[in-house]
């Protein structure tokens, strides 16, 4: 059984009283004013990095705030659960991750040090418009060239791609890679202001304050520092940032859903169009009650798997399992507020429905939970696979 040291007992308390006190100054109506504007959450932002909270995961003598996931995935369900998430800080922890166990100290002052004080962003270069869930089969092509490498290829569903300096880039090894079948990946930082890069903002249909890009990458010379780990080697750097990351997308959700379970229950003590508080009728009171019970098994899940990431243990199964927990968790929550909030839930006003579209993503990425479900019954059960 693990036990958890008084410094990290610590760290923690300070994470949820500093978001408290973020969260005050940066509301949920900040928030939505600047998602509907199209505005990014720099304020918000910059506070983080003040408090130190961008550098959760990253040791401290390597300057960064200390801890693991386990405090990451907290930062963002405190976050979620006072309805002030952002997508960039699950990029901001996973290439975190990534870079802590798997970069040079030279790379590590380049990237994640300018990245903790909050004067750089990073974000994540994975899936490619012919290549979703199955990496090994992308088609951005890495080759050498001088004493670096030039990359050539795309990637879409970038988020926050125009606020980042650099891409942590998944791409084939041109000189490695066989011709048909499985690529030999390497991981490069690509900086987004290099020549050859092009933004194509995409119009997506969710309301948070976080841009979704295609990145088009023409011949974008790299140097040698560019490369994260080994050339063809990049396949377990990229496992070590997609477990994080499913880690703190099933923390949002789970916050999400958590904020939309209040703002329910918060509503059916008062709404009485029968003369009694709606919440009084087991009709309401239980699928509330049923979420909330829902939401707690998921957060637990989650707290655990990010435990034996931070533990060196194989925790890939168990993040997904944390995934497809959190993420059905947190659309269950949100439904329930919808319910119990009936036409009211639409109204603008009420800011619920808006809570749908961004929780719901969150059962398509990362990773589908349907992709989810295949891995849990081949890696964990022993099955076959069913793909």
């Known amino acids: 059984m693990s036990t958890v040291s008084d410094d990290r007992t610590a ?8 978001v408290t006190q973020i969260a005050a100054r940066h509301p949920r109506a ?7 504007a199209g505005r990014h959450l720099e304020g918000m932002w910059q506070d983080l990095a003040d408090a130190g909270l961008l550098g959760l995961g990253v040791p401290e003598d390597r300057g960064g705030a200390g ?11 405190a976050l979620a659960t006072r309805g002030v998430p952002t997508l960039h800080l699950i990029l901001t922890g996973l290439v975190h991750a990534a870079l802590v166990r798997h970069a040079t100290p030279e790379q590590f002052e380049r990237f994640v040090a300018p990245s903790i004080t909050g004067a750089h962003r990073l974000c994540l270069g994975v899936t490619e418009p012919d290549a979703g869930t199955n990496t090994f089969h992308l088609r951005t092509t890495t080759r050498r060239s001088g004493e670096g490498w030039s990359i050539s290829g795309q990637k879409t569903f970038i988020s926050g791609a125009d606020e980042a300096r650099h891409m942590l880039t998944v791409a084939r090894s041109r000189e490695l890679s066989p011709a048909e079948g ?3 990946l390497s991981l490069h930082m690509v900086p987004l202001d290099a020549g050859g890069v092009e933004l194509q903002a995409l119009d997506v249909e969710i309301l948070q304050p976080d841009t979704q890009f295609t990145v088009h990458l ?24 997609l477990n994080a990351e499913r880690i703190l997308a099933a ?130 059960l022993g099955l076959p696979k069913a793909y």
């Open 11 to 18: 760290l923690r308390d300070g994470i949820r009283e500093t």
């Open 30 to 36: 900040e928030w939505l004013e600047l998602a509907r």
């Open 67 to 77: 801890g693991g996931l386990v405090e990451m995935a907290l930062l963002m369900d």
């Open 182 to 184: 499985r690529a030999a």
């Open 218 to 241: 023409d011949d974008v010379e790299l140097d040698p520092g560019s490369l994260i780990g080994t050339e063809g080697g990049g396949a377990g750097a990229m496992f070590d940032a």
């Open 251 to 380: 923390a949002m959700s789970i916050g999400l859903g958590d904020y939309a379970v209040a703002k329910a229950a918060e509503y059916a003590r008062v709404r009485a169009p029968f003369g009694r508080p709606i919440g009084a009728y087991q009709a309401v009171q239980h699928r509330l009650a049923r979420a909330k019970a829902h939401l707690e098994a998921a957060r637990s899940a989650m707290y655990d798997a990010a435990g034996a990431y931070d533990r060196g243990e194989p925790a890939g199964p168990r993040c997904t399992m944390a995934k497809l927990l959190g993420s059905e968790a947190g659309v269950e929550g949100v439904d329930a507020a919808i319910q119990a909030h009936g036409g009211y839930a639409f109204a603008a006003e009420h800011d619920v429905v808006t809570l749908w579209p961004l929780v719901r993503l969150l059962c398509v990425a990362p990773v589908n939970n349907e992709m989810a479900l295949n891995t849990i019954g081949e890696r964990v």
